[in-house]
């Protein structure tokens, strides 16, 4: 299991063309860790990235729990 399941991140930024880049300041759940560690994975609804999941660039985003 990853260390960072369960907690949350906030998107700090975008480099304009990924799910989120409409979604900066909103806060995510954090699932996993991509297994390259250059990425976590979050919970999404479908209405925000059509999916469950997303990826988010951990350069993207800042840990707040």
């Given at each position: 299991?990853?260390?960072?399941?369960?907690?949350?991140?906030?998107?700090?930024?975008?480099?304009?063309?990924e799910?989120?880049k409409?979604?900066?300041?909103h806060?995510?759940?954090?699932?996993?860790?991509?297994?390259?560690?250059?990425?976590?994975?979050?919970?999404?609804?479908?209405e925000?990235a059509?999916?469950p999941?997303?990826?988010?660039?951990?350069?993207?985003?800042?840990?707040?729990?």
């Open positions: 299991m990853s260390e960072y399941r369960g907690k949350e991140l906030i998107v700090t930024g975008s480099d304009g063309y799910w989120y409409d979604y900066i300041g806060k995510f759940v954090i699932q996993s860790e991509s297994r390259d560690k250059k990425c976590f994975v979050v919970r999404t609804t479908q925000q059509g999916w999941y997303g990826w988010v660039d951990k350069s993207h985003c800042e840990l707040i729990g």
